[in-house]
């Protein structure tokens, strides 16, 4: 191997042993010029290992270019668990602290909602008719039967688990969205929300069956129910960016409050993913009531725990 053609490639190696220097893991930190310049010198050593590899007198080079070919290979390759590491961080950390940063406005959007409930349960009282109007014949019918409607489920639980997953994230998105409106389209959601519940339970009552809805409810409205009324936070979140910019421009404002809003409810999406399962799995099927009222106390306590775990650190 010439003097002269290691000469004018070393300087390729110094460079690329710059871009893996010790103590680099992954590749999040490079810059974009940074990332093309390490994929290239990345190629063009192979290469050049390749041709030394030819050459017996050049053992101590090769050796030299396979060890930072294998340095330049664990940079590279560190990216996917980086990146894992990043998500598990957020979710382990990053929500719980946005939580215990938002709560208001999670106890407001919860408040709405049990105001919507007790509407619900009030106008159901007053006018057996309501009930029938906001929940249908088809139910109320099944009702009056004293059958509950959720048996079908049991025949297709994978289906009924990504349908109900959906259904879920679509109430969830829509009541953070909505909050663009200054924060009326999340508040109608609420309250609409909690009127069926509340007309549900108050005609579930009346047929003799709160002990079934109940506790078909308990094991995934553990976590339905708070993920639901943290994205109704979020979609008020984005409403009070919008009506109360303070000395920011309005623009300005409501861009600082949707970042923290989406990540709150991004953090919602493993809570109403497992409720999907449960609802499908676990809570129609032939256990015991007090099964279920554990399950879901279980649910509540593991869900109040995550939420008060970790340290309080300031959520721009």
């Known amino acids: 191997m010439s003097s002269r053609w290691i000469e004018k490639r070393r300087p390729l190696w110094e460079r690329l042993e710059a871009l893996v220097a010790p103590g680099r893991r992954g ?8 990332l093309r ?15 030394a590899r030819e050459d017996p007198a050049s053992a101590e080079l090769a050796a030299y270019l396979n060890g930072l070919l294998g340095s330049a290979h664990n940079v590279i390759y ?15 950390q990053t929500v719980p602290a946005i939580f215990r940063a938002t709560w208001r406005y999670t106890a407001a959007s919860t408040a709405i909602f049990i ?29 009056e039967r004293g059958e509950m409607w959720t048996h079908s489920i049991l025949a297709v639980k994978p289906l009924a688990s990504s349908a109900i997953l959906t259904n879920n994230l679509s109430v969830a998105f829509a009541a953070f969205a909505t909050g663009i409106f200054a924060g009326v389209g999340t508040v109608w959601l609420m309250l609409f929300n909690g009127v069926m519940m509340g007309t549900i339970g108050a005609a579930c009552h009346r047929a003799g069956m709160s002990l079934s809805l109940w506790s078909f409810v308990a094991p995934h409205g553990a976590l339905e129910l708070p993920a639901i009324v943290i994205a109704g936070g979020a979609g008020l979140l984005l409403g009070r960016g919008v009506l109360v910019p303070g000395t920011r421009p ?3 404002s409501l861009a600082a409050a949707a970042a923290t809003a989406i990540r709150l409810l991004l953090g919602v999406i493993p809570l109403l993913l497992i409720a999907g399962i449960l609802e499908a ?18 649910m509540a306590t593991l869900l109040v725990l995550y939420l008060l775990q970790g340290r309080d650190r300031s959520v721009p």
């Open 78 to 92: 560190a990216a996917p668990s980086a990146r894992l590491r990043s998500i598990v961080r957020f979710f382990a």
């Open 115 to 143: 105001a919507g409930t007790l509407g619900g349960i009030a106008l159901t009282v007053a006018d057996p008719g309501f009930e029938r109007f906001i929940l249908g014949g088809q139910m109320m019918d099944t009702i």
């Open 37 to 51: 310049d390490l994929a290239l010198l990345y190629r063009q050593t192979a290469a050049d290992l390749a041709t």
């Open 250 to 252: 309005r623009r300005e």
């Open 281 to 298: 799995f676990v809570s129609p099927v032939d256990l015991a009531p007090a099964a279920k009222l554990a399950i879901g106390a279980a």
């Open 27 to 34: 590749t999040t930190r490079l810059a974009h010029a940074d």
